[in-house]
């Protein structure tokens, strides 16, 4: 799966590819950043929170993508306001805590952040326990949009 941190205005990602029990070579994009300006971080299926992604870089006003099959994904988004909202099997909601994790480095990197580690630190701990995260770390915080001067 994978380790999603927040902390202090800032997502961290592990890059661990994997299908299955198998590890892919190289580091996977996890992080993404939105037409908005927004940051988001995705784990599970990659063809669920690709079709996410994809709404919400496009018309929020059509539904939102359902889970097709057992296929399930998160897609956290931290806004350039400080919101977060989670994207998960076909709702969503808000997250209001200074600090959380997500997927199945959860326990660790929460662990850590408790202990007061930045969001990068959680995720680099949480690689070290969970099987299903690991490569470089990744961070990535909201950036406004500029306007175009014409």
Same mark, same amino acid.
């Given at each position: 799966m994978t380790t999603i941190?927040?902390?202090?205005?800032?997502?961290a990602s592990d890059s661990l590819a994997s299908y299955g029990e $198998?590890?892919?070579?190289?580091?996977?994009?996890k992080?993404?950043?939105?037409?908005?300006?927004s940051? /988001?971080?995705?784990? !599970?299926?990659?063809?669920?929170?690709r079709r996410v992604i994809a709404w919400l870089d496009g018309d929020r006003g059509a539904p939102q993508p359902q889970p097709?099959?057992?296929?399930?994904?998160?897609?956290?988004?931290?806004h350039i306001d400080? $919101?977060?909202?989670?994207?998960e099997d076909g709702y969503h909601f808000t997250e209001s805590s200074?600090?959380? /994790?997500?997927?199945? !480095?959860?326990?660790?990197?929460?662990?850590?952040?408790?202990?007061?580690?930045?969001a990068a630190d959680a995720v680099r701990i949480a690689t070290m326990v969970d099987k299903?995260?690991?490569?470089?770390?990744?961070?990535?915080?909201p950036e406004p949009k500029l306007a175009v001067v014409a």
């Open positions: 941190a927040f902390r202090d205005g800032i997502l $198998t590890k892919v070579p190289g580091d996977m994009q992080l993404f950043r939105l037409r908005d300006g940051a /988001a971080g995705v784990t !599970g299926s990659e063809g669920e929170w097709i099959g057992e296929n399930r994904s998160s897609v956290i988004v931290l400080g $919101t977060i909202e989670i994207f200074k600090f959380m /994790a997500w997927g199945s !480095g959860q326990p660790a990197a929460l662990g850590a952040l408790h202990a007061g580690m930045s299903s995260s690991g490569g470089a770390v990744q961070t990535m915080r």
